[in-house]
């Protein structure tokens, strides 16, 4: 990220999920409308975390499970024909929270070439309710 993700004097705690697989309807042609392939998703999310004591309670904070399990039910939802789309989708939910300055969404596929690890696109948003 351009933007520093975790800064004490910015208030700014860095939130991560790393290496998230799923199985999705992804993809152009027929056959990767026909069965699910899987996607790789690493999220780094800049929060603001601001002056008040957490309490050492849940709510207090941007909570990584509740954010895995949107973007589970992002790709659970219907097909997507790009990775792009899907990491757009993907940025709006996490921005959706105000506390939540920036978000680098990276979306992989991992079985398209035999000959690569995978292929896919890293996005950066920015929250403009800023």
Same mark, same amino acid.
């Given at each position: ?34 069965? /699910? ?19 050492? +309670? ?7 499970? @509740?954010?895995?399990? +949107? ?13 792009? @789309? ?11 929270? +105000? /506390?939540? /300055? +920036?978000?680098?969404? /990276? ?24």
């Amino acid at each position: 990220m351009n933007e520093i993700i975790a800064d004490a004097g910015q208030g700014l705690r860095h939130v991560f999920i790393r290496d998230l697989v799923l199985n999705g309807f992804i993809g152009v042609y027929r056959h990767e409308k026909e069965a /699910r392939q899987r996607v790789r998703i690493n999220l780094d999310l800049a929060v603001f975390e601001g002056a008040a004591d957490l309490a050492d +309670s849940l709510r207090n904070v941007v909570c990584y499970e @509740t954010i895995a399990n +949107s973007v589970r039910a992002i790709v659970a939802s219907r097909h997507v024909n790009l990775v792009e @789309t899907l990491a757009e989708r993907i940025a709006a939910m996490c921005l959706e929270d +105000s /506390r939540v /300055r +920036s978000v680098r969404v /990276r979306v992989e596929k991992l079985d398209v070439f035999p000959d690569a690890a995978s292929v896919g696109v890293e996005i950066e948003r920015h929250n403009r309710h800023i």
